[in-house]
Nanobody, 124 residues
Framework: QVRLIESGGGSVQPGGSLRLSCAASDLTFSWYAGAWFRQTPGKEREFVAAVSRRGVIKDYGNSVKGRFTISRDDAKKTMYIQMDNLKPEDTAVYHC?????????????????WGQGTQVTVSS
């Protein structure tokens, strides 16, 4: 059974940093593009960042450009997102996702596998 498991969430003050991890099991992770999305109650799921196979192409949502960095380690079947200069509006449940595609996507419907999510809270 394919599983994506996020970790690294928590509470941090504004301006702080967190690194989230997404570990894949029962999945040839190198065949998949990866992405992070986030969601808060009452709002639509928001695209955060995506990375293609082998990490060749990366894409970011406008609200996180210059602050977040996505990466992947296919040997460890793990994807990461480094989040710096966090703001209260970054507070959300962060989900990782995997898509069997050669390209990259911001569209949640393109992703076949999803993690359960990890909570990130940015507050003073």
């Amino acid at each position: 059974q394919v599983r994506l498991i996020e970790s690294g969430g928590g509470s941090v003050q504004p301006g702080g940093s967190l690194r989230l991890s997404c570990a894949a099991s029962d999945l040839t992770f190198s065949w998949y593009a990866g992405a992070w999305f986030r969601q808060t109650p009452g709002k639509e799921r928001e695209f955060v960042a995506a990375v293609s196979r082998r990490g060749v192409i990366k894409d970011y949502g406008n609200s996180v450009k210059g602050r977040f960095t996505i990466s992947r380690d296919d040997a460890k079947k793990t994807m990461y997102i480094q989040m710096d200069n966090l703001k209260p509006e970054d507070t959300a449940v962060y989900h990782c996702a995997a898509a069997h595609t050669t390209g990259i996507s911001q569209n949640a419907d393109d992703f076949q596998y999803w993690g359960q999510g990890t909570q990130v809270t940015v507050s003073s």
